[in-house]
């Protein structure tokens, strides 16, 4: 059974940082595309980072290009979000996705496409 864990949100001030990680189990051997949602309520849910998880360059929505940074541990089945100067408008819901055993990286930039695997969800607050 294909399971997602997030950990790492919580609360932070303006300009501050947080480290969001999500680990995949359950999964055969090879490389998954792997992704960070936001969601607030009231609000769609949009696509913030997304990675090929074997030596892959992650691809970033505009409003996490500059701040957010994320890498993949291969043999760890984990990615990383660093999320550096961070906006009260990054408060959200954020959710690991993970597309498994893609036919190749360019899938993990379709961010319109249906993912197969949602996380439950970790809390990002941003005060200012």
């Known amino acids: 059974q294909v399971q997602l864990v997030e950990s790492g949100g919580g609360s932070a001030q303006a300009g501050g940082s947080l480290r969001l990680s999500c680990r995949i189990s359950g999964v055969r051997a090879g490389a998954n595309c792997m992704g960070w949602f936001r969601q607030d309520p009231g609000k769609e849910r949009e696509a913030v980072a997304s990675i090929y998880t074997y030596r892959g360059s992650p691809k970033y929505a505009d409003s996490a290009k500059g701040r957010f940074i994320l890498s993949s541990n291969f043999a760890e089945n984990t990615v990383y979000l660093q999320m550096d100067s961070l906006k009260p408008e990054d408060t959200a819901m954020y959710y690991c996705?993970?597309?498994?055993?893609?036919?190749?990286?360019?899938?993990?930039?379709?961010?319109?496409?249906?993912?197969?695997?949602w996380g439950k969800g970790t809390q990002v607050t941003v005060s200012s």
């Open positions: 996705a993970a597309i498994t055993i893609p036919p190749g990286p360019w899938v993990c930039g379709d961010w319109q496409r249906t993912w197969d695997y």
